[in-house]
């Protein structure tokens, strides 16, 4: 029976350039054994595909968009979860642009589009400095009980549907695969891991947000030292 790594990206999987080649070395090795890799992204679909291209990374498949949308390593969708088209008007009067610095759609493969475009699959937001982000996350995720609002750092929160998160979507992909929960690996650093990190008692990188280290497992350096851990592997 295989085994499957969920990891998250930024923070996570990539914390510097010589971090993600030891990542990657690990993956590889892992991925040799006839096992599955799995990276589980807020990064949408173009984004993600720039560092798959930088760092020449090889992965079975990708959670992309918090995720929203399931692809392999072929690029093709396997699954998709939308933002109500009725509500999206609403929310964005709520989002204050007014004070934003940027902010960007999302709607399956396509990265960049605007309020207008039907069918989206995130919403991306930054704020200026003097935002307080926390009062506007609040709001939405209290307001609209379709979506869910995720804080991503200080000035930047994204929204996605309330029917989909990473953990949601492990469960949907395990599901196709045939593995089994005692042979799912999750590790992440924010807000956004915490569902998949509890389900799957999964772990925590050393500089996560406090939420999700309470229900991590064990906190570790890189996503290396997990996998050479677990799997007795070297480099």
């Given at each position: 029976?295989?085994?499957?790594?969920?990891s998250d990206y930024d923070k996570t999987f990539y914390l510097n350039d010589k971090d993600i080649e030891k990542n990657k070395l690990l993956v590889n090795q892992f991925r040799?054994?006839?096992?599955?890799?799995?990276?589980?992204?807020?990064?949408?679909?173009?984004?993600?595909?720039?560092?798959?291209?930088?760092?020449?990374?090889?992965?079975?498949?990708?959670?992309?968009?918090?995720?929203?949308?399931?692809?392999?390593?072929?690029?093709?969708?396997?699954?998709?979860?939308?933002?109500?088209?009725?509500?999206?008007?609403?929310?964005?009067?709520?989002?204050?642009?007014?004070?934003?610095?940027?902010?960007?759609?999302?709607?399956?493969?396509?990265?960049?589009?605007?309020?207008?475009?039907?069918?989206?699959?995130?919403?991306?937001?930054?704020?200026?400095?003097?935002?307080?982000?926390?009062?506007?996350?609040?709001?939405?995720?209290?307001?609209?009980?379709?979506?869910?609002?995720?804080?991503?750092?200080?000035?930047?929160?994204?929204?996605?549907?309330?029917?989909?998160?990473k953990s949601k979507s492990i469960k949907l992909l395990s599901s196709y695969l045939k593995i089994k929960k005692t042979n799912i690996y999750t590790i992440g650093d924010g807000?956004?891991?915490?569902?998949?990190?509890?389900?799957?008692?999964?772990?925590?990188?050393?500089?996560?947000?406090?939420?999700?280290?309470?229900?991590?497992?064990?906190?570790?350096?890189?996503?290396?030292?997990?996998?050479?851990?677990?799997?007795?592997?070297?480099?």
């Amino acid at each position: 029976m295989p085994k499957m790594i969920v990891s998250d990206y930024d923070k996570t999987f990539y914390l510097n350039d010589k971090d993600i080649e030891k990542n990657k070395l690990l993956v590889n090795q892992f991925r040799k054994k006839g096992n599955i890799f799995v990276i589980a992204t807020g990064r949408s679909y173009l984004d993600l595909k720039e560092e798959v291209d930088k760092y020449n990374l090889k992965y079975d498949y990708a959670l992309i968009n918090h995720g929203s949308t399931i692809i392999n390593r072929n690029n093709q969708v396997l699954c998709n979860f939308l933002i109500k088209n009725d509500i999206i008007k609403d929310i964005k009067n709520d989002l204050e642009l007014a004070k934003t610095k940027f902010y960007f759609c999302c709607s399956k493969l396509e990265s960049r589009v605007n309020f207008e475009h039907l069918d989206l699959t995130k919403i991306a937001i930054v704020y200026n400095n003097d935002i307080n982000i926390k009062e506007i996350n609040d709001r939405i995720n209290k307001k609209y009980k379709e979506v869910t609002s995720y804080i991503i750092n200080d000035n930047m929160l994204e929204i996605i549907s309330k029917d989909i998160d990473k953990s949601k979507s492990i469960k949907l992909l395990s599901s196709y695969l045939k593995i089994k929960k005692t042979n799912i690996y999750t590790i992440g650093d924010g807000y956004s891991d915490i569902n998949m990190v509890k389900d799957y008692s999964g772990y925590a990188v050393k500089k996560s947000i406090i939420e999700l280290k309470k229900v991590a497992k064990k906190e570790y350096s890189s996503v290396s030292e997990m996998i050479m851990e677990i799997f007795d592997s070297k480099i």
